[in-house]
T-cell receptor, first 113, second 115 residues
Framework: IAGITQAPTSQILAAGRRMTLRCTQD?????MYWYRQDLGLGLRLIHY???????GKGEVPDGYSVSRANTDDFPLTLASAVPSQTSVYFC????????????FGPGTRLTVL | DAKTTQPPSMDCAEGRAANLPCNHS???????VYWYRQIHSQGPQYIIH???NNETNEMASLIITEDRKSSTLILPHATLRDTAVYYC????????????????FGKGTKLSVKP
């Protein structure tokens, strides 16, 4: 079934550890996005990518890095996790950045202790 | 910051139309109005979007006022499965290589459909 997959579904992580959240789409979309969602808040954009090989910073990029080596994959890395990064992380994609529908993955629930 | 204002919550009786309002008084000429919803714990789901004409699809209708400063999402026959948080988002077309056009989510409207 076409769509976006994220892994892991959930993770508990010790502070200071490195963690990579995986996101893969099979729709050949050019644009991909990472959002975080905290209790009582809407989704906030962390990083985005217009196309393979390019990335950009969103609203809350500090403490996160991304790469876009190919069209399908857009991993999000926390180099040294802190408790304030406890959140639900959603990956999304769209055919082009800023145009039309964004398709969202099921999310990764991350807890940093 | 989100460019839209929505009521925090609304109730609707099952089988009735749900009308969700959104104010976007600072919308500019090239910005679209998007609606997404998020059912508990799931990723957001696209519903509909429009520029200035009213739009309809299999899920909903979008009514945009002539001055484009507000809009209404209409779910014609709400069901219990429509209970969700509904987000109204204003987003411009892409300035290629820039950040325009990324979705900025506010807190949305929590719609509760009751039997």
């Amino acid at each position: 079934i076409a769509g976006i997959t994220q892994a892991p579904t959930s993770q508990i992580l010790a502070a200071g550890r490195r963690m990579t959240l995986r996101c893969t789409q099979d729709m050949r979309h050019n644009a991909m996005y990472w959002y975080r969602q905290d209790l009582g808040l809407g989704l906030r954009l962390i990083h985005y990518s217009n196309t393979a090989g390019t990335t950009g910073k969103g609203e809350v990029p500090d403490g996160y890095s991304v790469s876009r080596a190919n069209t399908d994959d857009f991993p999000l890395t926390l180099a040294s996790a802190v408790p304030s990064q406890t959140s639900v992380y959603f990956c999304a994609s769209s055919a082009r950045q800023g145009v039309g529908e964004q398709f969202f993955g099921p999310g990764t629930r991350l807890t940093v202790l | 910051d989100a460019k839209t204002t929505q009521p925090p919550s609304m109730d609707c009786a099952e089988g009735r139309a749900a009308n969700l309002p959104c104010n976007h008084s600072t919308i500019s000429g090239n910005e679209y109005v998007y609606w997404y919803r998020q059912i508990h714990s799931q990723g957001p789901q696209y519903i509909i979007h429009g520029l200035k004409n009213n739009e309809t699809n299999e899920m909903a209708s979008l009514i945009i006022t002539e001055d484009r400063k507000s809009s209404t999402l209409i779910l014609p026959h709400a069901t219990l499965r429509d209970t969700a948080v509904y987000y109204c988002i204003v987003s411009g077309t892409m300035n290629y290589g820039g950040s325009q056009g990324n979705l900025i989510f506010g807190k949305g409207t929590k719609l509760s459909v009751k039997p």
